[in-house]
C-alpha cells in the first residue's frame, strides 16, 4: 500500500462546478497535511495546509480533514479554467521532516 | 522574501558525466530539502538539512549523490557517473524556523536530462 494515495484522473469539471479531490494516507502519526498545484513542467505550489480536523477555507479553496478515517479532500468553488492543474497532496509525518507526496491528481476545467 | 531559487534550470548532459546543481533558499530560511521528480509522479524525498547539518538522507540517495550546505545558507547537490535513470526535475524546497516549520516552499527546480 502507498503511504498517500490519490487518483490520477484526469478529473473533468465544467467550469463554474466545484471539483473535488481525495487524498488517502496510511500511517496514522501523520499530523500535517498539504496540497500543492503544479502546472505542467512547472514546480509545486503550495495552496493549502491543513493540521486538525474539520475544514479550513481560503477563498475559493477548501481543505478538508479527517485522521480518523485518515482522508484528506480538497474542494475548488468556482472551477477556473486557470485551475486546470495536477494537485498534489502531501503528508508530513511525526517527528520527521520529509514531505511523503502522493501522484497527484490531474484536473482539467472545461470551459 | 525573493522566493527560492534554483540553478541551472535545465541540464543536459551525457553518459558518465557529473553535474552539480545549487539551490538558495528563501532568505532566513535554516531547513533545506531536496527531492526529485518523475514524470507523472510526485516529487520523492532525497536529503534534508537544518543549517549546515544534515540530517536525514532517503535511501533513494545512492553514494553517487552527495549534498552539502556549508555555511546553512546555498546547498548543492552533485550527481556523480550520470546514468539515464537519473533524468528527472530535481527540487529544492524551504522552510522557516519559525513554529514547526511544517511548510515547505519549493524553487522551480532543475530538469536534468541524461542522454
Known amino acids: 500500500q502507498k503511504e498517500v494515495e490519490q487518483n490520477s484522473g484526469p478529473l473533468s469539471v465544467p467550469e463554474g462546478a466545484i471539483a473535488s479531490l481525495n487524498c488517502t494516507y496510511s500511517?496514522?502519526?501523520?499530523?500535517?497535511f498539504f496540497w500543492y498545484r503544479q502546472y505542467s513542467g512547472k514546480s509545486p505550489e503550495l495552496i493549502m495546509s491543513?493540521?486538525?480536523?474539520g475544514d479550513k477555507e481560503d477563498g475559493r479553496f477548501t481543505a478538508q480533514l479527517n485522521k480518523a478515517s485518515q482522508y484528506v479532500s480538497l474542494l475548488i468553488r468556482d472551477s477556473q479554467p486557470s485551475d486546470s492543474a495536477t494537485y498534489l497532496c502531501?503528508?508530513?509525518?511525526?517527528?520527521?521532516?520529509?514531505?511523503?507526496f502522493g501522484q497527484g491528481t490531474r484536473l482539467t476545467i472545461n470551459p | 522574501d525573493t522566493g527560492v531559487s534554483q540553478n541551472p534550470r535545465h541540464k543536459i548532459t551525457k553518459r558518465g558525466q557529473n553535474v552539480t546543481f545549487r539551490c538558495d533558499p528563501i532568505?532566513?530560511?535554516?531547513?533545506l530539502y531536496w527531492y526529485r521528480q518523475t514524470l507523472g509522479q510526485g516529487p520523492e524525498f532525497l536529503t534534508y538539512?537544518?543549517?549546515?547539518?544534515?540530517?536525514?538522507k532517503s535511501r533513494l540517495l545512492s553514494d553517487r549523490f552527495s549534498a552539502e550546505r556549508p555555511k546553512g545558507s546555498f546547498s548543492t547537490l552533485e550527481i556523480q557517473r550520470t546514468e539515464q535513470g537519473d533524468s528527472a526535475m530535481y527540487l529544492c524546497?524551504?522552510?522557516?524556523?519559525?513554529?514547526?516549520?511544517?511548510?515547505?516552499?519549493f524553487g522551480p527546480g532543475t530538469r536534468l536530462t541524461v542522454t
Open positions: 524546497a524551504s522552510t522557516s524556523r519559525d513554529g514547526a516549520g511544517r511548510e515547505q516552499y
Open positions: 500511517d496514522r502519526v501523520s499530523q500535517s
Open positions: 491543513i493540521y486538525s480536523n
Open positions: 502531501a503528508v508530513k509525518v511525526q517527528g520527521a521532516q520529509k514531505l511523503v
Open positions: 532568505s532566513e530560511h535554516n531547513r
Open positions: 538539512f537544518q543549517n549546515e547539518a544534515q540530517l536525514e
